[in-house]
């Protein structure tokens, strides 16, 4: 996969290093800017308002609790940035996934997260979904209707 022109910037929003450490590296691989790690919704929270990046990577369980729906819920609203879900909780979302675009269910491939980074680089950019979402990544409900694409992609 060719790098991400321009590159986005991304929180990885993870409690577990090891989790936090891959993404970094694989956010990193295909050209995005790994601006900080976050291990609680607090930290999340407060590094999304100071480093405003175009993409954050958010946990549902983190080291405070199941606290990734309020960060999400904050961090999409206040400074407005663009959340996915990366956890194997994907049933204590919302239905309005706190704002989120969407999600991407845990265990999660390499390949999975470059290609979910890549699809939204271009819904970013584009205002539009350049077509299905790629296998692993569900669209929320409210980003299906924004980017208008088809929804839910198989896994």
């Not at 060719?2 to 694989?26: C, H, N, R, Y």
């Not at 940035?81 to 909780?89: E, K, Y």
């Not at 999660?108 to 584009?126: F, G, H, I, N």
């Amino acid at each position: 996969m060719k790098p991400l022109q321009p590159a986005l910037s991304v929180l990885i929003v993870e409690d577990e290093v090891l989790l936090a450490t891959e993404l970094g590296f694989m956010v990193r691989e295909i050209g995005c800017t790994d601006v900080g790690h976050a291990m609680s919704s607090q930290e999340a929270i407060r590094l999304a308002r100071s480093l405003t990046p175009d993409i954050a990577l958010v946990d549902v369980h983190l080291s405070d609790g199941p606290t990734g729906v309020e960060a999400a819920r904050s961090i999409s609203t206040d400074p407005g940035g663009l959340v996915l879900f990366m956890t194997a909780n994907v049933k204590r979302l919302p239905q309005d996934f706190a704002g989120a675009c969407g999600v991407i269910g845990k265990p999660y491939s390499e390949t999975a997260v470059k290609r979910a980074l890549y699809y939204l680089q271009a819904c970013l950019r584009d205002g539009h979904a350049p077509s299905a979402p790629p296998a692993g990544l569900t669209l929320a409900p409210e980003f299906c209707l924004r980017w208008s694409a088809s929804g839910e992609a198989s896994a």
